[in-house]
């Protein structure tokens, strides 16, 4: 029988020419040297980890995956980015608040989360970045505690974010078949929570691949409401085309009952707080140092030019009266409404994915540094990804709760107090982070400028003064000869 051969380069025994050779796969694949396991143990754990690309992976083989910068953090955020209110409430925005200061509201929330956004990426630079998205970056610069207790907060807000985009697939599912029940809303709600609940708990592969069909759907619903804008509708729809008139209309503030510009921002902030969805990815990506910055900021970017483009072709189209009270407007507007409403649906459901993946994971590594003791159970993971399913099913009750009890107007400012507390520690942490790091490179290079000179005799040992003493002396009797 033929003896098997031992690779004995796993266990660190392997010949200079194996060595030289494994050295050179190694820097010939960057995957291997930030891959799961990381550093120097890459090649002793390179069939363990299965580091490949999610499109060549199976569906049904457990294994882990990691992603990249546009598969991974672009389309996590974007889909987040672009969500139910932009379909369900730009047109009130508009209509409440004019718009000049409907561009306003959104490039006050743009610019807020953008700050937010360079803290982390800040931070990201000068750290390994590990799984836990926003409890990482916190815990790592303010310690466990600070980071444990923001992220609880983050998570609330997180859960809260995914009632309302629950609450507002419900109410226009409701209204589209005519559903006359008390209770028809809060059901195709909970029903859709329930679907996406079961695709996290199937793997991360699975998220990322649905998350790429609504992608697609919801650009499309987006160039179908830009066309629609220039072809004529019927006169009893309210909206009158690209319109000088119209538009001059809509520019004044035309607040009613008790709102007011806070008012409308407060509704739309909600919008661009998915932006850390990204973030909250750390331990699925490939590198995450270069993946985060790159993708965040190219979703958000894209995301700022479509809100501005809905708040101008509203308000050049369409009546006030009707953006105050018509919630469906945007899909009146539409060329086809039926593309629309795909991805009013859609951007509502690929929201809540993006939210239902980054939410249960940062709880789950709170509990599993051990913050906060009682959380201890929500630590444990299911296969290689680690998908954490006690802490999904948490999520998803506290969700179904705030589900049966709020709307889309009450929801909504809700959601910005936890996600505005939790952005204003970031920007501390990476401000502490730089000024600490600032100081030590100083402290580093003055003393690196100070030039070396030999200690004083009188902090020398007894045992080194006499011979250091004698030198000197035979050293001046050279000089005298």
Not at 13 to 28: F, H, I, N, P, Y
């Amino acid at each position: 029988m033929a003896s098997k051969r031992v690779d004995w380069g796993r266990f660190g025994l392997a010949s200079d020419a194996e060595r030289e050779a494994s050295e050179t796969t190694r820097l010939k694949d960057p995957a291997l040297e930030e891959g799961y396991y990381g550093g120097q143990d890459a090649e002793l754990f390179a069939e363990e980890k299965g580091d490949v690309p999610w499109w060549k992976s199976t569906f049904f083989v457990s294994e882990r995956v990691l992603f990249g910068t546009w598969d991974g953090v672009f389309t996590s955020c974007f889909v987040n980015l672009l969500g139910v209110i932009v379909f369900l409430r730009a047109g009130w925005v508009v209509g409440e608040a004019g718009v000049p200061l409907a561009a306003l509201a959104i490039l006050v929330s743009v610019v807020v989360v953008l700050t937010s956004v360079v803290s982390a990426v800040g931070i990201c630079e000068r750290t390994r970045m590990e799984s836990g998205g926003i409890y990482f970056l916190i815990s790592h610069v303010l310690g466990s505690q600070v980071g444990g207790s923001v992220g609880l907060v983050y998570c609330f807000g997180q859960t809260v974010g995914i009632s309302l985009c629950v609450t507002g697939f419900g109410e226009s599912m409701a209204k589209l078949l005519d559903l006359r029940w008390m209770w028809a809303e809060e059901a195709m709600g909970a029903a859709a929570l329930l679907l996406l609940a079961l695709i996290n708990v199937a793997g991360v592969k699975w998220v990322v691949k649905v998350q790429f069909l609504l992608l697609l759907l919801v650009l499309l619903a987006v160039i179908d409401f830009l066309v629609g804008s220039f072809l004529k509708h019927p006169e009893e729809a309210g909206v009158t085309g690209w319109s000088a008139v119209t538009w001059a209309n809509n520019t004044r503030p035309g607040y009613t009952e008790d709102n007011s510009w806070f008012t409308v921002l407060g509704v739309f902030f909600p919008t661009v707080t998915g932006i850390m969805a990204g973030i909250n990815m750390s331990g699925d990506l490939r590198h995450p140092a270069r993946d985060i910055p790159v993708g965040t900021l190219s979703a958000l970017g894209l995301s700022t030019v479509l809100y501005l483009m809905f708040a101008v072709v509203l308000g050049a189209t369409v009546e006030r009266k009707v953006l105050l009270t018509d919630y469906m407007i945007t899909e009146k507007v539409s060329a086809l409404g039926v593309l629309l409403l795909i991805g009013l649906y859609t951007t509502t459901l690929s929201s809540t994915l993006a939210s239902l993946y980054g939410s249960p994971r940062v709880l789950q590594s709170i509990a599993g540094e051990n913050v906060v003791p009682f959380l201890s159970p929500l630590a444990k993971g299911k296969g290689p990804n680690k998908v954490p399913v006690i802490s999904l099913v948490v999520t998803v009750v506290v969700t179904l709760v705030f589900l049966m009890v709020g709307r889309i107007n009450t929801l909504a400012p809700i959601v910005t107090m936890p996600f505005l507390a939790t952005y204003a520690t970031i920007d501390y942490a990476y401000f502490a982070l730089a000024m600490t790091a600032d100081m030590q490179r100083k402290r580093e290079a003055r003393f690196r400028r100070r030039p070396a000179r030999a200690p004083p005799a009188w902090c020398l040992p007894p045992t080194i003064t006499p011979a250091l003493s004698q030198t000197k002396t035979t050293s001046a009797r050279r000089k005298v000869a």
